[in-house]
């Protein structure tokens, strides 16, 4: 039972000490605030895209959609995933040792404004972990039609003997408003 607690913990994004997440408003809410300064509100207006067609699906409650994964080895042709298409049976995409490769996430907001989005993803190798990491990507305006890209830094494949055979990653998206 300790075991399986334990194990559950390392899946979790560790909480940032201190952090307090920001309070929560709608985007027609910070669009009526301070409707008299005619600057501030062009510069709101920049941010959100004036906060229209910021419906993607009305019968979806999501707030991020998320369209595809794209794996950039570098000297090769990018790979493309539909995240929607994964499973943990199926082979997802192969890279070879020491390759560098760079991940990039295509998304969709819609609805309300997106605070704190992270990436957390764990690696595992045979069962066993083998690394952990969050990766904040920022905050987002809706917009049903734009589609942003997030690219990650890059990263390598390990090499060596120890290092070569089959990795699962389990990747979430985090929003700070939960």
């Not at 794209?70 to 995933?81: C, M, N």
């Amino acid at each position: 039972m300790a075991a399986e607690k334990k194990e559950n913990d390392d899946e979790q994004p560790e909480e940032t000490a201190g952090y307090k997440v920001a309070a929560k408003k709608g985007v027609d809410d910070i669009m009526n605030l301070h409707k008299d300064d005619e600057s501030l509100q062009k510069y709101k207006a920049n941010l959100m895209g004036g906060a229209k067609d910021k419906i993607i699906d009305e019968n979806d409650k999501r707030q991020v959609f998320f369209d595809a994964l794209v794996i950039e080895p570098e000297g090769q042709k990018p790979i493309e995933l539909d995240p929607s298409k994964c499973s943990a049976d199926t082979l997802a995409f192969t890279l070879k040792e020491k390759a560098k490769y760079r991940v990039v996430i295509k998304f969709r907001v819609q609805r309300e404004i997106v605070l704190g989005l992270k990436r957390f993803v764990v690696i595992k190798r045979k069962g066993i972990k083998v690394d952990k990491s969050t990766d904040m990507m920022g905050s987002y305006a809706p917009d049903a039609k734009k589609t942003y890209d997030h690219p990650f830094s890059q990263e390598i494949v390990p090499d060596g003997m120890l290092a070569r055979g089959t990795y699962t990653a389990k990747t979430q998206f985090i929003d700070d408003d939960k």
